[in-house]
């Protein structure tokens, strides 16, 4: 699995066409391990807001308590695994319209790989540095979206053409699903979870 994901920041294209090439039995394995690669926004962010904090301009350090913290965290994390699932589905769902093959666990699979730079990201939420992790966070998404193109046309034995088409819906579907997630994240904080922040 390390090997894959090396590949994939390093090329690609030949990655995607090695792992298009796995049996079914081990794609199936290959699920487990982002289960636990999405933890490492999520414990990455507990530590930086309760232990660091951030920091706006000159002012002091913004930090959040341990006990809100953790619902937060946790409801992040599986907003994170909700998204693998759920687009990993649609990734599923929609390949009958593109003549692809697929099996529900392929979409899981392959929507894990392509967020795999997003989640190797949340490392440096640990020590919030806003401006720094912002354009971190936009180069990983950046990437995890040409992933997505790069990985259909392969993953999904679909050609080019309709491999673009096919990506293009599923990145719609995944802004949609950003959407929903700050709605929620903002119904969350104002009735559920607010955050309560330190002196």
């Not at 990655?15 to 990455?44: H, N, T």
Request: charged share 10%; net charge negative.
């Amino acid at each position: 699995m390390i090997g894959h994901i090396f590949g994939l920041l390093h090329n690609p294209e030949a990655e995607w066409k090695k792992i298009a090439a796995l049996p079914d039995e081990s794609l199936k394995r290959m699920s487990i391990y982002f289960i636990f690669l999405a933890l490492i926004p999520a414990i990455g962010f507990y530590i930086g807001t309760t232990q660091f904090g951030w920091t706006i301009g000159s002012g002091d350090p913004v930090r959040i308590t341990e006990g809100s913290a953790i619902p937060l965290i946790v409801l992040f994390y599986f907003a994170l695994m909700g998204a693998l699932i759920f687009i990993g589905l649609m990734v599923h769902w929609m390949s009958k319209t593109y003549s692809a093959e697929s099996h529900a666990y392929k979409g899981f699979v392959f929507m894990g790989l392509c967020c795999t730079p997003v989640f190797l990201a949340g490392i440096f939420a640990a020590y919030p540095i806003w401006w720094l992790d912002i354009l971190i966070a936009i180069a990983a998404c950046s990437y995890a979206i040409r992933l997505i193109y790069l990985g259909i046309p392969d993953m999904m034995n679909v050609p080019e053409d309709l491999g673009f088409l096919y990506a293009s819906a599923v990145f719609a579907v995944a802004l949609v699903y950003v959407v929903v997630v700050l709605v929620g994240t903002v119904l969350v904080w104002e009735y559920v979870a607010a955050p309560v922040f330190t002196n």
